[in-house]
């Protein structure tokens, strides 16, 4: 499938550089503790790479993507919550069998919306399903009312605040605040060693990469196309015979089934899930991620999450109070020096001088180059 | 066989039809007809309600009251793009295209194949859409601009380039929003042509302000003036009605 059509040429050199350093070069230099880092931050790059589609492509802004970040990262967490509470694990407690959280708030039955997950072939579904329905019955109710624009982007942080509300005060039901902890093992398998770190970073990269892949394809798709061409003018996409709210629904439901990969991702590598990953802020890091990255480029996505959490980290580290202030300078600085990010600095200021320098060298060895069209079909 | 009065069967029969914006009526109590391959221009002072007619027809503006029937099916009750799967097309006045598309990737949007979501997954660029692409390409005068970003266009290209967008999509009502307004002398001459090949087989409805173009082009033309009609009959009749020169063309 990934042949010179599906990519061009850079955007294969963008993919071979990232899997380098995704599956080589950070695993070998980084100890576990490091790499286990990256493999967080890597659960946004899900995020930014749905944003790219949906935002960068399609226009639609969401701030609201820690929603489905949230809704996959809880179907997990209630899955290894189950499993950590065995009635062997539980046995102090005056309920045992259930979850801890809910035996401190006084419930003596395991609510009827948490049984399935006892089941892990149907919390893999729900990672998916649970959120596409969200994101799903969001998108109808509001594109098919032609809302969109700013009043979306409001409406989708009114839902993460929502969200946030809701886990919050549900105390029993969700573990309130302090989210879902102490989470032990997958299907049996212990995820708190170097070890399982060290297997799921790379379950979470070819996951990445599946989901890089997707995009692309759907990317080259003439979807993809109309997704840029709806961003630009809706009007005529539908006088040119087109539902514009179905494909803004598809758009939005696939970013909100990258973010919700991410999420259960998330829960896996860190090892708990709270509200603070589904509220408004972590939305807005999520969007920031993107335009650092670059909206319309998928890699680039990628390269602004590691960047962007890289600097959070160590600016965090030492100056606390100053990182949400950087955080904000660089969005302003982004979106009105960079507004492609760093993917549009690339494009503009360093391919060039490659491809320069490749050119010179090129004709002489009388090779010619055919530039391949950037909406290449995949076939 | 009869059984009673038998209508002659109009393409479009737009009857009562009105729309009122907080109050103000900016289409009141029209009725008009188009038949088979018949070209009517609509003209009119500045504010008469053209545009809006047109916005009613295509349903980018909901009717208050009033009927418009296409081929017997009734339009003020179908969703945009379920009207132009019925067969009418529509050009806006201000090019609007797709500036970041080529002007391959724009006329193939407007091809009527995979139109839903998974249709447009499954889309496959084959050879028929390019025989298309390029035939109509020819028509435009773009032929050799088609892997050129829409955004480079002049703006008469442009106007060419949702014209066959349009011609993409094989309407059976063609409605072209001022299609010469902004252009250069040569690139209205190559328009009328254009124009003058594409509204063969089927129904045109155009509004232009150039009385020199629509006198070649109208078979019969509709004075809007204040939502209303004026009057309407062919060039000759309109020219010579004495309401139409006191508010239009007198000016």
Redesign the interface.
Known sequence: MINSRFFNRSELIGFVTLALLLFLILPLTLDIFRLNLVAKYLTYAFVAVGLVLCWGYGGILSLGQGVFFGLGGYCMAMYLKLEASSVENTKIQSTPGIPDFMDWNQITQLPLFWKPFHSFPFTLLAILLVPAFFSFIIGAAMFKRRVGGVYFAIITQAIAAILTILIVGQQGYTGGINGITDLRTLHGWDIRTDHAKFILYFVEVVLLFGCIVLAQF?RL???G??L??M???E??????????A??KI?AFCMAAIFAAIGGAMFTLEVGFMSPSFVGIVPSIEMVIYTAVGGRLSIFGAVYGTLLVNFAKTSLSESFPQLWLFGLGALFIAVVLAFPDGLAGIWRDYVQPRIDRLMSSRKSKNGWTDSSV???A?A? | MLIGHQPKEFLLAVEALTVSFDGFKAVNDLSFYVEENEIRVIIGPNGAGKTTVLDLICGKTKATSGSIQFRGQELTKLKENQIVKAGVGRKFQTPSIFDDLTVFENLEISYPRGRTVFGSLAFKRDAAVRERVEEVSEMIFLKDRLNVYAAQLSHGQKQWLEIGMLLIQNPDLLMLDEPVAGMSVSERVKTAELLNRIIKDRSVLVIEHDMKFVEDIAHKITVLHQGQILSEGSMEHVKNDPKVIEVYLGH
């Open positions: 759907i798709t003439k979807l196309r109309i840029v061409a961003r630009e003018q009007d005529r996409v539908r006088f040119s015979g087109y539902s514009v179905n494909f598809f069209a950037d909406g079909p076939e």
